[in-house]
């Protein structure tokens, strides 16, 4: 009988997870090229951005439901035929007569791919690892921005050889060809509520602990502050600084590194400590990307990159290990509900980012010509100088968010201590 290799699976949940973050880290970087290319506005942009969002809590929360019943296996190979299918489909969007609509579709099967892949990879690293879960859990995770850094990368030196995005995009092909492969071959744990005996009504009925609702509304924020920001930040600093992709690079840079060492820091804050740390650090970065120029913009995407750096696996964790009876639903919906909430987001700031820039371009000027290819010179002078103003006042909008959630997780601190203390008085 084939045995369980915790490593083999582990290995391939990372690779899984590479081609996710380097889907993000390269639409980051050839979004704006895309635009240019297929004559698309910020709105139509925000769309195509935001359909990944959408299509991924579709994959997760769904995989969540059924990945007891058809085994994670089965939806590793799900996610597989939808990242290649959805990679092809980018590559020849301009082969078709409306190339919005093929990168809209694409980019929704490259949406389900990596909520699939997040569906099945999260309740398999608690499964593999049920001493451990949120350090494991962080280990895991520390390949989305790993793999943003990687993406951007290929995006930064591949323009610089200007190679074309088409080529940028094929790059994803292999690592999925490789984790498809991997996981075919691999024996599958069952996941922990199954293997512990907590029933499928107890996993629904605990899904509504007041406790886990306020840690799903948690989620929007912490998942807006580090999703929208990252995917955009190309798009809104480009005009402020000449290389606004490698703030990307930078941020995602210290979070693949504090994710690799998470260990010692969340045994010492404990989950809730952490959470509270890293809003505070996330709202100071934030606030830095939209108020500074120059090296100080990079300066503050190092701070920015250690307060969104825990909050993804770190939230995850503490639902994993302080409220177990969810199970994989509990932790699908905790993902699905942050990319949900970044989709509506990214829409809503893509219509506002279109009116800011048309405000701040002459009177009357039509915002589609300005972004058209045939654009003059002085239009696309003016055009510039209008996202300049206008990117920075998105990112400043945004910054209620974190400041929010240092409220929220201060109140979660001094509870769980109370609960904590509580516990103790009462053994």
């Known amino acids: 009988m084939q045995a369980i290799n915790k490593n083999q699976l582990f290995i391939a949940s990372c690779l899984a997870l590479l081609v996710t973050s380097l889907s993000f880290g390269i639409r980051a970087g050839?979004?704006?090229?895309?635009?240019?290319?297929?004559?698309?506005?910020?709105?139509?942009?925000?769309?195509?951005?935001?359909?990944?969002?959408?299509?991924?809590?579709?994959?997760?929360?769904?995989?969540?439901?059924?990945?007891?019943?058809?085994?994670?296996?089965?939806?590793?190979?799900?996610?597989?035929?939808f990242h290649i299918a959805g990679i092809v489909l980018t590559i020849f969007a301009g082969k078709f007569a409306n190339p919005f609509w093929s990168l809209f579709i694409s980019t929704l099967f490259i949406g389900i791919a990596n909520g699939t892949v997040e569906a099945a990879c999260n309740p398999l690293v608690t499964?593999?690892?049920?001493?451990?879960?949120?350090?494991?859990?962080?280990h895991f995770h520390l390949w989305f921005p790993g793999g943003i850094v990687i993406g951007t990368l290929i995006v930064y030196f591949f323009d610089k050889a200007a190679i074309g995005w088409e080529v940028q995009?094929?790059?994803?092909?292999?690592?999925?060809?490789?984790?498809?492969?991997?996981?075919?071959?691999?024996?599958?744990?069952?996941?922990?509520?199954?293997?512990?005996?907590?029933?499928?009504?107890?996993?629904?009925?605990?899904?509504?602990?007041?406790?886990?609702?306020?840690?799903?509304?948690?989620?929007?924020?912490?998942?807006?502050?580090?999703?929208?920001?990252?995917?955009?930040?190309?798009?809104?600093?480009?005009?402020?600084?000449?290389?606004?992709i490698?703030?990307?690079?930078?941020?995602?840079?210290?979070?693949?590194?504090?994710?690799?060492?998470?260990?010692?820091?969340?045994?010492?804050?404990?989950?809730?400590g952490v959470l509270l740390m890293s809003a505070i650090l996330a709202t100071a970065g934030l606030y830095m990307l939209g108020n500074t120029s120059g090296n100080m913009i990079f300066a503050g995407a190092i701070v920015f990159g250690m307060g969104v750096c825990y909050f993804w696996p770190t939230m995850l964790g503490f639902v994993s290990e302080n409220l177990p009876k969810t199970g994989a639903v509990g932790i699908n919906l905790m993902g699905g509900a942050g990319m949900f909430a970044v989709s509506l987001y990214m829409m809503f700031m893509g219509g506002r980012y279109d009116k800011l820039i048309a405000a701040k371009l002459p009177a009357g000027a039509d915002l589609k010509l300005y972004n058209a290819p045939e654009a003059t010179a002085d239009m696309k002078a003016a055009l510039g100088e209008a996202n300049k103003a206008a990117g920075p006042e998105i990112i400043n909008a945004t910054l209620i968010i974190p400041i929010i959630l240092i409220v929220a997780f201060a109140a979660l601190y001094f509870y769980m201590r109370n609960r904590k203390k509580s516990a103790l008085q009462a053994a």
Not at 127 to 138: I, M
Not at 187 to 202: D, H, I, M, N, Q
Not at 234 to 244: E, F, G, P, Q, S
Request: positive net charge.
């Open 127 to 138: 499964a593999l690892y049920p001493d451990n879960k949120t350090t494991k859990l962080n």
């Open 169 to 244: 995009m094929a790059m994803m092909i292999l690592p999925a060809i490789l984790y498809g492969l991997i996981f075919i071959r691999q024996k599958f744990p069952l996941t922990e509520r199954v293997s512990s005996g907590v029933s499928t009504a107890e996993m629904y009925k605990s899904l509504v602990n007041p406790l886990f609702i306020f840690m799903i509304i948690c989620m929007f924020g912490t998942a807006i502050t580090e999703l929208f920001t990252g995917q955009w930040i190309d798009l809104l600093l480009r005009n402020v600084t000449d290389n606004a």
């Open 30 to 81: 050839i979004l704006g090229r895309l635009g240019v290319e297929f004559g698309l506005d910020k709105a139509e942009l925000g769309t195509i951005a935001a359909t990944a969002f959408w299509g991924f809590p579709l994959a997760v929360i769904i995989g969540g439901m059924v990945v007891d019943i058809i085994g994670m296996k089965r939806l590793l190979v799900i996610a597989f035929i």
């Open 246 to 272: 490698l703030i990307l690079t930078v941020s995602t840079g210290v979070m693949a590194i504090g994710r690799a060492f998470a260990g010692p820091i969340v045994h010492r804050l404990a989950p809730q």
